[in-house]
């Protein structure tokens, strides 16, 4: 046993490393190690002998894991008395850590809700599956009416008892049925945002996807005139943009507004010159707007003789590819990450 502890006690003094150090650990003092099953050995021997060997053996586990201890802390000291004379390298660039991010898409639309908020209104939320009633005919789009075709539409159908469609669902193809979900459940003064998901039946490509985001707005009380709506919007494009970038109204036509208008601001690219991205004419189309049809107070049971409202919507992607300079809309949905951690 003397010799198996001074073998031992040779063996530790010989590891440079703390990983060599446990290789010799587990070979003495692990659950298979020599001193160990040693110990479970004890209980075949008579019982004088049992006390002698089993003392023995004891003072030599406390004297090996006493120079393991000892040894471990020997290499510790190495190590750094190697890194004080730079045999380790401390000027090496470290590993970069990857903080989470919210998707810049998810930031533009913080954004344009913080605006929104700082100037009153508060924010509404509708479900992405509708009905063709709040999507389209209370929004003054009648069925078989031709202004149906401006957006095309995922219908989904809810089958009644004698195969007819029990009610026309579908996924809504903007965010403005929710202008008359809330003007359904309250009074005027309303000043609201709707920020969402829409989809339409779109095929993919570097301006254009099935699934995109809005944020619509909606204000409605007595006396609300264009000049409010026009107020507002140049507020959102300077907050947004910056301070000297300039904003025109374009006439325009939304079957739910009257009149109707497009919002334009100057190219960033260009700053009016003109270039590819603004087809050479300095202005880049933003939003649509546009004051409410007075057919949609009908709707919703509106006094039309005396409330007035405007109702804007503005595309999420459209506003975020302006502002971070990204020209395809695909990047937003591929989840690259080389693409995502610039934002
Ligand atoms: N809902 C319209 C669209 O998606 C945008 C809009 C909203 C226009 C509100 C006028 C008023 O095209």
Redesign the pocket.
């Known amino acids: 046993m003397k010799e198996i502890e001074k073998t031992a006690i040779e063996e530790i003094s010989k590891t440079q490393t703390q990983e060599e150090l446990e290789r010799v650990r587990l070979k003495y003092l692990g659950k298979k190690g020599i001193i160990t099953e040693k110990l479970s050995g004890l209980s075949k021997l008579a019982l004088p002998e049992k006390k002698m060997v089993g003392k023995e053996l004891n003072i030599i586990k406390k004297n090996i894991t006493d120079a393991i201890e000892k040894h471990s802390s020997e290499i510790k000291k190495n190590v750094l008395s190697d890194i004080s004379k730079n045999v380790i390298d401390t000027t090496l660039p470290g590993k970069p850590f990857d903080f989470g991010k919210l998707h810049p898409l998810t930031q533009v639309m913080n954004e344009v809700k913080n605006i929104f908020v700082n100037l009153g209104f508060n924010i509404a939320t509708g479900p992405e599956i509708e009905t063709d009633y709040y999507n389209f005919t209370a929004l003054n789009i009648p069925k078989d009416h031709p202004s149906r075709d401006m957006q095309d539409t995922f219908y989904i159908g809810e089958q009644g008892n004698n195969g007819t469609m029990k009610q026309e669902l579908l996924l809504r193809t903007?965010t403005?049925p929710v202008q008359v979900r809330v003007m359904e459940n309250q009074k005027p003064p309303i000043r609201i945002i709707a920020p969402g998901k829409v989809y339409r039946h779109e095929a993919v490509d570097a301006s254009h996807s099935f699934v995109f985001h809005?944020v619509?707005g909606l204000a409605v009380d007595e006396d609300v005139t264009f000049a409010d709506l026009k107020a507002v919007l140049e507020i959102f494009v300077k907050k947004m943009f910056g301070e000297n970038i300039a904003s025109r109204f374009r006439p325009s036509f939304?079957p739910?507004?009257e009149p109707?208008a497009e919002v334009d601001m100057q190219c960033l690219i260009c700053k009016g010159k003109g270039c590819s991205v603004c087809s050479q004419t300095g202005w880049v189309e933003l939003l649509?707007?546009?004051m409410v049809h007075p057919k949609v107070f009908e709707f919703v049971g509106y006094d039309t003789e005396k409330y007035t409202g405007y109702?804007?919507?503005i595309g999420i992607e459209r506003v975020a590819m302006l502002k971070l300079g990204i020209d395809n809309m695909r990047l937003f949905y591929e989840n690259d990450m080389d693409f995502l951690s610039q934002f």
Do not use: D, L, M
């Open positions: 903007h403005s809005q619509e939304f739910f507004t109707s649509g707007c546009g109702a804007f919507g």
